[in-house]
Every structure is written in structure tokens, then in C-alpha cells.
């Protein structure tokens, strides 16, 4: 267990559609990250978040937006969705400078 | 941040030790070589990380030529639950992590 959690575990929804996915950090860690895994793209960045801003960008869609809380928690947010945002979404935390520790992940199925 | 190489694959025996090689050859002054490894569809789990020295935990060691350009990651006594895919990255503190395709290990008993 590390220490990170997400929320829900399995998400199943339709095209067009919008979902928001939650993350827990580490207690103590002030950065989140959000990566995606696909079949065909593998592990991809797309965001991360230090104590609330945004500090990086990756491969991140426009259809996409993320947040960071003062409480440090952080949400995903995919609009308007389609077939292919079907993935594994990982969220990672860390304290500055040290290694990131990630979640279960959250298993989004569009149809 | 830099790329680096890894074989597709290795296997080893249960019980012996796993030695997975990566290749970096660009790898700038500042940046670290980290080690993950992901367990079918389970979150990547960090194993070890270094900047020029040596290092060892619990879990491995890590073994970072003089000139940088290349490691090795080394489980002394592989066990089937080792068996996952193995990730080889170059990065700065505090940055993201640009995953490839990675090694996937196959221990078999």
C-alpha cells in the first residue's frame, strides 16, 4: 500500500460524457501527478500539482482539466468523452525532491 | 529529459539474481536514473533511485557506471512475485516521469 488512494476504482460511462476522478496524497507529499495508460500509448504524464499550482504540463487534452485543494487532494476532470480516453488513470505523489509514490489507479471505460 | 534504452525482455531463475541493464547515454549533470516497476495493472511501484554512487535498499541495488551513461538494476534473490515490468528513468528531483516501454522481467521457478 502506498499510501496513495483514488477514487472509484472502475468507472463505465458513455461518449460525451464527463467523469471527474479523485486523489488522495500521501500524507505530507505536496505534489500530485496524473499520468494515463493506454494499450497504445503507455504510461503518459499529463499533470502535476505543488501545494495547489500547477507546476508541469504534459500530454494533456484541452477536453482535460485537473485541480489541486488546499487539503492537498486533487481531481481529474474529462469532458466531453470518447473511445479512445478509455484507460488506467494513476495518480502519484511526493514531498519535494524525492521519489513519487502512485495510487491504484482508476479504470475508466467509455462505450 | 534523457532517453533511455532497456531490452524488450530477460528471464531468470527463482532465487537467483535478476541484473536489468539500462542505457542512458545522454544523461545531463542533474539528473537522476530511477527505477519503477509495475505488477500487471497495479500502480508502478518506485524501487530505487541515484544520482553517481551506488545504492542499495530493501528492495535492490543499483549499480551506475562512472561515466553515468549506463546501470543496472539488480534483484539479489528474484522471486516469481518479482516477474512485472521493469522501468528505466532519467529525470530531474521533483519532475515528471517519462515511462518507455520498459523490460519486462520473467521469473521463472
Known amino acids: 500500500d502506498s499510501g496513495v488512494t483514488q477514487t472509484p476504482k472502475h468507472l463505465i460511462t458513455a461518449t460525451g460524457q464527463r467523469v471527474t476522478l479523485r486523489c488522495s496524497p500521501r500524507?505530507?507529499?505536496?505534489?500530485v501527478y496524473w499520468y494515463q495508460q493506454s494499450l497504445d500509448q503507455g504510461l503518459q504524464f499529463l499533470i502535476q500539482?505543488?501545494?495547489?499550482?500547477?507546476?508541469a504540463k504534459g500530454n494533456i487534452l484541452e477536453r482535460f482539466s485537473a485541480q489541486q485543494f488546499p487539503d492537498l487532494h486533487s481531481e481529474l476532470n474529462l469532458s466531453s468523452l470518447e473511445l479512445g480516453d478509455s484507460a488506467l488513470y494513476f495518480c502519484?505523489?511526493?514531498?519535494?525532491?524525492?521519489?513519487?509514490?502512485f495510487g491504484p489507479g482508476t479504470r475508466l471505460t467509455v462505450t | 529529459d534523457a532517453k533511455t534504452t532497456q531490452p524488450p525482455s530477460m528471464d531468470c531463475a527463482e532465487g537467483r539474481a535478476a541484473n536489468l541493464p539500462c542505457n542512458h547515454s545522454t544523461i545531463s549533470g542533474n539528473e537522476y536514473v530511477y527505477w519503477y516497476r509495475q505488477i500487471h495493472s497495479q500502480g508502478p511501484q518506485y524501487i530505487i533511485h541515484?544520482?553517481?554512487n551506488n545504492e542499495t535498499n530493501e528492495m535492490a541495488s543499483l549499480i551506475i557506471t562512472e561515466d553515468r551513461k549506463s546501470s543496472t538494476l539488480i534483484l539479489p534473490h528474484a522471486t516469481l512475485r518479482d516477474t512485472a515490468v521493469y522501468y528505466c528513468i532519467v529525470t530531474g528531483a521533483n519532475s515528471k516521469l517519462t515511462f518507455g516501454k520498459g523490460i519486462t522481467l520473467s521469473v521463472r521457478p
Open positions: 502519484a505523489s511526493s514531498y519535494p525532491g524525492v521519489e513519487q509514490y
Open positions: 500524507s505530507g507529499d505536496l505534489s
Open positions: 500539482y505543488y501545494n495547489g499550482e500547477e507546476r
Open positions: 541515484g544520482l553517481k
